[in-house]
RNA sequence: GGCCCGUUCGUCUAGCGGUUAGGACGCCGGCCUCUCACGCCGGUAACAGGGGUUCAAAUCCCCUACGGGUCACCA
């Protein structure tokens, strides 16, 4: 039976180069009738924490991406091959790595991080490629004995034989490797855990994998997991190398990418200090700008982004589900980032994936992230969903992200709210964004001196302002407040007031309860608003009036 | 720098020796229109370069250029 398997170290959020990985091997099992797993490569004691574990599985959840093995999550996890956790199996790795020491594959190194960033340093300055120069292999027997009675820190190696290595890539064929390419790389760290390389192998060969699709970033570590399969006698699973997702740049799609943007948006803006109320000290301000690996978090970046009024771009499962991408959406896309049906197909949904799913369509070239793209698919997928659904998802949405609309709505303006935006939002935040006049209060509403809405308040004959001066009573006047109702009657005055164009009395009342000239359509917007907010509105937009002499 | 991988419209891709090189997103133009969108109609646009092989090459081979990955006691 096919099994593939996913392997994320826990150091945060799932990022969509992986989410692409676990979707492929996902649906490469599914279209198998095989069993998709998850396993938590957690050897990196510095790194690893419980918390940034769960991160991801919910993405994986969000996405509709279910795993038959690993952690438990929801109706995802349980199986008999685990732990899934690596930090759980060092037993395991023990046992398999005695073997190889008692084959005299492996050997003990006891030379220090130090020692060997020296050597390497030098290496390069003579411009030469560094490769460990097996200084421990000739060390003998008593004097390593003497080591570790002195109980000096060591590694264990892998001796490497000297053969050339092919790894057969079911995307991109064979890769060979020539004899004396590779070192005596590590295969067990000083703490006593395992290095990625042995436990990955130890660990596909004892949870029966039997595919292993991953970034192509991979490609170079995999002779050195064929060459200890074969000290083991493991079976070599099939390699499959997806290429990596780059930003629209062509630089990689990265965790840092957020800090990146936002360091570029501070120096162009010659900001010296943290800006107020974005909870970043001094300090930290300092670091944080002149080393570029570090990162602010989550919060923090976000009030920077606001203060600095720039996007920050979307990069983890999470950034695209916050930003109001539908998740069968999201993995749809990502789907079609590497891999294609063959014909003219691309907007289908998981069970054509599953039904359709092949390694040999994989595409071996790198591919851009085009948001653009992902929102015309959002915007198609929301406008198939019926007036229901749509109402639904963006009802969970604000939930989940937009608690002040629903504090401020009833329900029933939340449904016209929800209505006046399906046939025009690209993404569930777009309604909310281009919204706020909704739940701000009455006299927190503005309207800068812009181009806009002077056009809109200031110019023509009569200007915006004497209009709403004049219809000001009629709408006082009407008693039924419904859209259909406001429609006929607004409907009737431009027709004797504004030469029945619309236009000339909708955009001034548009700009005069929203502050903007951007807004759902306006008898929706002030059916939404209720009579009250916006005769005040009126009032206090007639009261404010923008110089027009500057105009 | 060594090793490895890649290269079709701006972007994602179809193409697996013979096609007017197809689709999607974007972009441009027009229509619709109470704003922004949506929708509709039309249009622009690609085989990185050079050598081979072949009756025939985007498709096969080689070289060059460019892009990327990787060279940790990270995964």
Same mark, same amino acid.
């Given at each position: 039976?096919i099994?593939?398997r996913?392997?994320?170290s826990p150091?945060?959020?799932l990022h969509?180069g992986g989410a692409r990985?676990?979707?492929?091997?996902?649906?490469f099992a599914?279209h198998?009738?095989g069993?998709?797993l998850?396993?938590?490569?957690?050897?990196?004691?510095?790194?690893?924490?419980?918390?940034?574990?769960l991160?991801?599985l919910?993405?994986?959840?969000w996405?509709?991406?279910?795993?038959?093995?690993?952690p438990e999550h929801?109706?995802?996890?349980?199986?008999?091959?685990g732990?899934?956790?690596?930090?759980?199996?060092l037993?395991?790795?023990?046992?398999?790595?005695q073997?190889l020491?008692?084959?005299g594959v492996?050997?003990r190194a006891f030379e220090t991080?130090?020692?060997?960033a020296?050597?390497?340093?030098g290496?390069?300055?003579?411009?030469e490629?560094?490769?460990?120069d097996?200084a421990a292999?000739s060390?003998?027997a008593?004097?390593?004995q003497?080591?570790?009675?002195e109980?000096?820190?060591h590694?264990?190696?892998?001796?490497?034989?000297d053969?050339?290595?092919?790894v057969?890539d079911?995307?991109?064929?064979e890769?060979?490797?020539?004899?004396g390419?590779?070192e005596?790389?590590?295969i067990?760290?000083?703490?006593?855990?395992?290095?990625?390389?042995?436990?990955v192998?130890?660990?596909?060969?004892?949870?029966g994998v039997?595919?292993?699709?991953?970034g192509?970033?991979?490609?170079?570590?995999t002779p050195?997991?064929?060459?200890l399969?074969?000290a083991l006698?493991?079976?070599?699973?099939?390699?499959?190398?997806?290429s990596l %997702?780059?930003?629209p740049d062509?630089s990689?799609?990265?965790?840092r990418?957020k800090d990146?943007?936002?360091?570029?948006?501070?120096r162009?803006?010659?900001?010296d200090?943290?800006?107020a109320?974005c909870g970043i000290?001094t300090?930290?301000?300092?670091? #944080?700008?002149?080393?570029?690996?570090?990162?602010?978090?989550?919060e923090?970046?976000?009030?920077l982004?606001?203060?600095?009024?720039?996007?920050?771009?979307?990069?983890?499962?999470?950034?695209?589900?916050?930003?109001?991408?539908?998740?069968?959406?999201?993995?749809?896309?990502?789907a079609l980032?590497? #891999?294609?049906?063959?014909?003219d197909?691309?907007?289908?949904?998981?069970?054509?994936?599953?039904?359709?799913?092949s390694l040999?369509?994989?595409?071996?070239s790198?591919?851009?992230f085009d948001?653009?793209k992902?929102?015309?698919?959002?915007l198609?997928? %929301?406008q198939a969903?019926?007036?229901?659904?749509?109402?639904?998802?963006l009802?969970?949405?604000?939930?989940?992200?937009?608690?002040?609309?629903?504090?401020a709505?009833?329900?029933?303006?939340?449904?016209?709210?929800?209505g006046a935006?399906?046939e025009?939002?690209k993404?569930?935040t777009?309604?909310f964004?281009?919204?706020?006049?909704?739940?701000?209060a009455?006299d927190?509403?503005? #309207?800068?001196?812009?181009?806009?809405l002077?056009?809109?308040?200031?110019k023509?004959?009569p200007?915006g302002?004497?209009r709403?001066?004049?219809?000001?009573?009629?709408?006082e006047g009407?008693?039924? #407040?419904?859209a259909?109702s406001?429609?006929?009657a607004?409907?009737d005055w431009?027709?004797?007031?504004?030469?029945?164009?619309?236009g000339?009395?909708?955009?001034?009342l548009?700009v005069?309860v929203s502050g903007?000239?951007?807004?759902?359509?306006?008898f929706?917007t002030?059916? %939404?608003l209720g009579?009250?907010?916006?005769?005040?509105?009126?009032?206090?937009?007639l009261a404010?009036?923008?110089?027009?002499a500057t105009s």
């Open positions: 039976m099994r593939t996913f392997a994320p150091t945060g959020d969509v990985s676990a979707l492929f091997c996902w649906a599914r198998e009738a069993r998709f998850l396993r938590i490569e957690d050897t990196d004691q510095k790194r690893s924490s419980a918390a940034a574990g991160g991801f919910e993405a994986l959840d996405l509709g991406i279910d795993w038959d093995e690993g929801g109706t995802s996890g349980g199986g008999n091959t732990p899934y956790f690596q930090s759980q199996r037993e395991i790795y023990q046992a398999q790595m073997r020491i008692d084959a492996a050997y991080p130090e020692e060997l020296q050597a390497r340093a290496a390069r300055q003579r411009k490629a560094y490769r460990y097996r292999l060390l003998d008593d004097t390593v003497q080591y570790l009675d109980g000096r820190p590694v264990i190696r892998f001796k490497v034989p053969e050339p290595v092919v057969v079911a995307v991109l064929g890769v060979r490797i020539e004899a390419e590779l005596d790389f590590v067990r760290k000083a703490d006593g855990f395992p290095t990625y390389h042995f436990a192998v130890v660990d596909d060969q004892s949870m039997t595919h292993v699709l991953r192509q970033e991979h490609l170079a570590n050195k997991h064929v060459l399969q074969q006698g493991y079976d070599t699973p099939v390699y499959a190398h997806v %997702i780059f930003n062509g990689k799609m990265s965790k990418d990146k943007a936002l360091r570029a948006a501070v162009e803006r010659g900001l200090a943290p800006p109320g000290d300090d930290a301000w300092s670091s #944080w700008l002149s080393d570029k690996t570090t990162q602010l978090g989550h923090q970046a976000e009030a982004a606001g203060v600095l009024d720039i996007e920050l771009p979307e990069i983890n499962v999470s950034d695209f589900r916050r930003a109001g991408y539908l998740p069968e959406v999201l993995l749809n896309y990502l980032l590497g #891999w294609s049906p063959g014909d197909r691309e907007q289908f949904d998981k069970a054509f994936l599953v039904e359709h799913f040999d369509r994989i595409v071996k790198p591919a851009k948001r653009a992902l929102k015309a698919f959002n198609d997928a %929301i969903m019926d007036a229901d659904a749509f109402t639904t998802r009802r969970a949405f604000a939930q989940q992200f937009e608690g002040a609309f629903l504090e709505m009833t329900p029933e303006q939340f449904e016209t709210f929800a935006n399906h025009r939002c993404t569930l777009d309604p964004d281009q919204g706020r006049f909704f739940v701000m009455d927190e509403i503005t #309207w800068p001196d812009v181009k806009g002077r056009k809109a308040l200031c023509g004959d200007t302002y004497e709403l001066e004049a219809i000001r009573p009629m709408l009407l008693s039924d #407040w419904s259909a406001l429609e006929s607004i409907g431009a027709k004797s007031n504004c030469e029945g164009n619309l000339r009395i909708a955009q001034p548009r005069a903007g000239t951007v807004s759902p359509p306006i929706d002030l059916e %939404i009579q009250a907010a916006v005769l005040r509105r009126i009032e206090r937009c404010h009036q923008l110089n027009t």
